[in-house]
């Protein structure tokens, strides 16, 4: 697959030490592209839950088959049972990903989902593959316990109607920009603000999309997330030529009832 993509192994190691870059993977160092143990091919367990986020946000599809338990090839002549025992045994897995080598020893970074929660718990180096599997589960059971996942406010969701100067509508529905949330201890809700900045006077002319404000969400006094707030609809600026098409279109309905 290297050689396909890039020509050359060499070409395709290089591009990915330059992906684990632009995903901030700093302690990582590709040498090969198979995985087998060699001098200064290195990387961190912080670095593999960077690289599993990466791949579970932008490459969800991949579900489909880490969360397969069993499975056959050549008409049930051979069998696949899936190397990560967390698939059958801990609930809520979706993988992600085993690896063994003589050096590495036993590795395993782990994605689980719980009431909307999402978590990647990632193990190096145990000693045996029981060992592996039963500290990630310790992990993943300490996130679940211990922390939640808090929507602030989801895309598109309708704050307020709000009046508009000079436009051929009167109002415009304003609407969050973009999904907010935060990944928070348990119970810390109850501490969240939010502040709202809105502009006094929206006049027409205005875009759909167009920012008027935005929403500032602060944990303890610290800021935890914000998102603008935007016109829902276009709107026109009031001219004669608008208030003549407005008013012979209310007449031309009127007539048509």
Not at 71 to 78: K, P
Not at 246 to 253: A, C, G, L, M
């Amino acid at each position: 697959m290297a050689e396909y993509l890039c020509g050359s192994q060499e070409a395709f190691v290089q591009k990915m030490n330059e992906k684990a870059k632009e995903l901030g993977m700093n302690d990582t160092t590709f040498k090969n592209c198979h995985g087998i143990d060699e001098d200064g091919h290195v990387t961190s367990a912080y670095d593999i839950a960077l690289m599993s986020r990466e791949l579970l946000n932008n490459h969800p599809s991949i579900l489909n088959y880490t969360t397969i338990w069993m499975d056959t090839l050549r008409d049930g002549q051979s069998e696949l049972v899936n190397t990560n025992k967390l698939i059958r045994n801990y609930k809520g897995a979706t993988g992600l990903k085993t690896g063994s080598t003589s050096v590495a020893l036993y590795n395993l970074s782990a994605s689980a989902t719980r009431d909307g929660l999402s978590l990647i718990a990632v193990i190096m180096k145990a000693p045996s593959t029981k060992i592996r599997f039963s500290e990630t589960q310790k992990l993943l059971d300490y996130g679940f316990s211990n922390y939640e996942y808090k929507d602030l406010g989801t895309k598109g969701a309708v704050l307020t109607e709000a009046n508009i100067t000079k436009g051929v509508n009167s109002t415009v529905n304003l609407i969050l920009e973009s999904d907010v949330g935060i990944l928070i201890k348990k119970g810390e809700d109850k501490n969240i603000n939010q502040t709202i900045n809105m502009q006094e006077d929206i006049i027409a002319p205005i875009t759909a999309g167009q920012k008027v404000g935005e929403i500032i969400y602060t944990l303890n006094g610290e800021e935890i997330g914000r998102t603008n707030i935007v016109t829902e609809k276009s709107v026109e600026k009031k001219t004669f030529f608008s208030i003549a098409s407005y008013v012979y279109q209310k007449w031309f309905t009127m007539l048509r009832t």
